[in-house]
Each structure stands twice: as structure tokens, then as C-alpha cells.
């Protein structure tokens, strides 16, 4: 059975950073794009980034030039560094990756989601 299991969220004020880590765990055969949503309260869930089991990768136009996006294959880890962060960044950041198991077809999973809070 394949996991997500995020880390690295919580409380920071405006202009600072946090890093988010995501690692894919389980009988894994190969991953294909990874990347992170966000949902604020009230509001829909929004791709913030993602990134392809090559490196390309894509961004929401709020974060462009402050969050970067990584991975390391070996590892089946995706990384989100968020730098210069601003209140409208606060949500739950949800790990997403495209996995195929190795007795299982490829799926879409869902990491369990971390608080990221913005404020002074």
C-alpha cells in the first residue's frame, strides 16, 4: 500500500520561510509528477506547484518567484520551499503524487495535509 506523509508546516510570520517535505512510502514501482495543493478555509482546493519525474515544472502565479519546488527520485520525496511568505499563504498544503504500485495500476494519492499559518 502506498503513503504520503507530509511534514514541515506550522506557524511563521510574514516574510519568512518553511519547508515542506513529502515522502512516498510503500510498494512503489514508479512515480511520476508530484506536487503540492493548498486550501484555504472558505475557499477551493488550488495546485501551488508540481513537478515531473524529468524536473519540469509548474507554478501557481501567486507563488512564482518565492515558492521552489524539488524532488528526489530516490528518495520518492518532494520538497516545497515557500520563502517570503504572506498571510493569504496560510492553508492546509496537501501532497499529491502519480504512482504506480508494483502489483497495483497507477494511481493519484493524497498526502493527509499540513497546517502552514502566516501571522504576526
Known amino acids: 500500500q502506498v503513503q504520503l506523509v507530509e511534514s514541515g508546516g506550522g506557524l511563521v510570520q510574514p516574510g519568512g520561510s518553511l519547508r515542506l517535505d513529502c515522502a512516498a512510502s510503500g510498494s512503489i514501482l514508479s512515480t511520476d509528477t508530484m506536487g503540492w495543493y493548498r486550501q484555504a478555509p472558505g475557499k477551493q482546493r488550488e495546485l501551488v506547484a508540481r513537478i515531473s519525474s524529468g524536473g519540469s515544472t509548474n507554478y501557481a502565479d501567486s507563488v512564482t518567484g518565492r515558492f521552489t519546488i524539488s524532488r528526489d527520485n530516490a528518495k520518492n520525496t518532494v520538497y516545497l520551499q515557500m520563502n517570503s511568505l504572506k498571510p493569504e499563504d496560510t492553508a492546509v498544503y496537501y501532497c499529491?503524487?502519480?504512482?504506480?504500485?508494483?502489483?497495483?495500476?497507477?494511481?493519484?494519492?493524497w498526502g493527509q495535509g499540513t497546517q502552514v499559518i502566516v501571522s504576526s
Open positions: 499529491n503524487a502519480i504512482i504506480r504500485g508494483v502489483l497495483t495500476a497507477t494511481f493519484t494519492y
